[in-house]
């Protein structure tokens, strides 16, 4: 089985990062992604919306950063492993390790966990009720467009996924009414515009929902008004509940290293507790952790340079500085 020196789980940004960097610095690097595509949030959550705390661009769309880093990624020519969900852990005789994914093997000296807020589980509606209508009528993961063709959808949230599920679903439904709990909102302001002035969009703000009803299918949303108390029924075919998502480690949960909640616990070289196993990025935690792309980019230096000592005893002292580098390919 062909051997690594770096295998980064994660391909958002900080695991991009990492991957270009290794490979730059000589290490022979994989980069394992669970999603088919790369870029992480940046491409999945808000490929539209603008960056403007990464050094080196004043202003930049999530989707083209995302861009960018896959581009700077890949000149180096990592192995890169798209749509493998990691699982399970083998620690062999001689110090290195065996990651099991969901269809394949890998070999490895070292690794860098980069998995950000890991497995979307989105956060449920807390109605008991909601649990019989899942995927009868009430959707976390949202269908295709057409499916909701002259229907009557509720969509719950405040945030930019809520804002923008409404819109599009209105291109579709008969009608659409957005529940929110609270007055404002978390979303852009400009679809919060575009929903006020939309002719079969309609917003309840300050408002929940308590109960969801139906024979076999969903038929009614119960809503609460916070305001003044009162109750009312509202008929739907369809709710898309859009209330965030809850960060998840998935199967690294039960890859023996310390956590501190759903993040793992890092020292200065952002090592964890298992020899050569270090965590980069929104993952981890540590006394003064933010968490922000560019404390990312730091954290995944500052294991690289860790990295390339603990493979070679002889490169101790951190990584070269990159200008003292001779790049074969552009
Ligand atoms: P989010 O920003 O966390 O919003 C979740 C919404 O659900 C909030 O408005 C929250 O209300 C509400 N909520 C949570 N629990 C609730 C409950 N039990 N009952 C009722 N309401 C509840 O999640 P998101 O919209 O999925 O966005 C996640 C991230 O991705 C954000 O950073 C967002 O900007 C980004 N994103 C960007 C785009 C874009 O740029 N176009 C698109 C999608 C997502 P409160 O506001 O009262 O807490």
């Known amino acids: 089985m062909d051997r690594f020196d770096v295998t980064i789980i994660g391909g958002g940004p900080v695991g991009l990062f990492g991957a270009a960097l290794?490979?730059?610095?000589?290490?022979?690097?994989?980069?394992?992604?669970?999603?088919?595509?790369?870029?992480?949030?940046?491409?999945?959550?808000?490929?539209?919306?603008?960056?403007?705390?990464?050094?080196?661009?004043?202003?930049?769309?999530?989707?083209?950063?995302?861009?960018?880093?896959?581009?700077?990624?890949?000149?180096?020519?990592?192995?890169?492993?798209?749509?493998?969900?990691?699982?399970?852990?083998?620690?062999?005789?001689?110090?290195?390790?065996?990651?099991?994914?969901?269809?394949?093997?890998?070999?490895?000296?070292?690794?860098?966990?980069?998995?950000?807020?890991?497995?979307?589980?989105?956060?449920?509606?807390?109605?008991?009720?909601?649990?019989?209508?899942?995927?009868?009528?009430?959707?976390?993961?949202?269908?295709?467009?057409?499916?909701?063709?002259?229907?009557?959808?509720?969509?719950?949230?405040?945030g930019d996924s809520a804002l923008d599920w409404a819109l599009a679903i209105a291109e579709a439904a008969s009608q659409v009414t957005l529940v929110h709990r609270r007055g404002d909102f978390r979303g852009q302001q400009e679809t919060v515009r575009q929903l006020q002035e939309h002719p079969r969009v309609s917003i309840r703000t300050f408002s929940e929902c308590i109960d969801f009803q139906g024979s076999t299918r969903l038929e009614s949303v119960v809503l609460v008004d916070h305001r003044d108390k009162t109750t009312h029924v509202l008929v739907a075919d369809a709710v898309v509940a859009a209330l965030g998502f809850l960060p998840d480690l998935g199967a690294l949960k039960n890859w023996g290293l310390d956590l501190e909640g759903s993040s793992i616990t890092v020292d200065g070289p952002m090592r964890t507790n298992r020899p050569g196993i270090y965590a980069a990025g929104d993952v981890v935690a540590y006394e003064g952790k933010e968490k922000l792309i560019a404390t990312g980019f730091g954290e995944i230096g500052n294991a690289l340079g860790h990295i390339r000592g603990y493979l070679d005893p002889k490169k101790r002292g951190g990584l070269p500085h990159s200008s003292n580098i001779k790049i074969e390919s552009p």
């Open 22 to 158: 290794a490979s730059l610095h000589g290490m022979k690097t994989k980069l394992i992604e669970s999603l088919p595509l790369l870029g992480g949030q940046l491409y999945t959550l808000y490929p539209e919306k603008y960056v403007y705390d990464v050094a080196g661009f004043p202003k930049i769309l999530a989707k083209d950063l995302a861009e960018q880093l896959i581009d700077q990624a890949l000149r180096y020519h990592p192995t890169v492993c798209t749509n493998q969900t990691v699982e399970n852990l083998e620690m062999l005789d001689d110090g290195a390790y065996r990651v099991h994914t969901s269809s394949e093997v890998h070999e490895t000296r070292t690794i860098i966990i980069t998995s950000g807020l890991g497995s979307f589980i989105p956060r449920k509606l807390p109605p008991p009720s909601a649990e019989r209508y899942i995927d009868r009528g009430i959707y976390y993961f949202v269908p295709a467009m057409s499916h909701f063709q002259g229907q009557r959808v509720v969509v719950v949230g405040g």
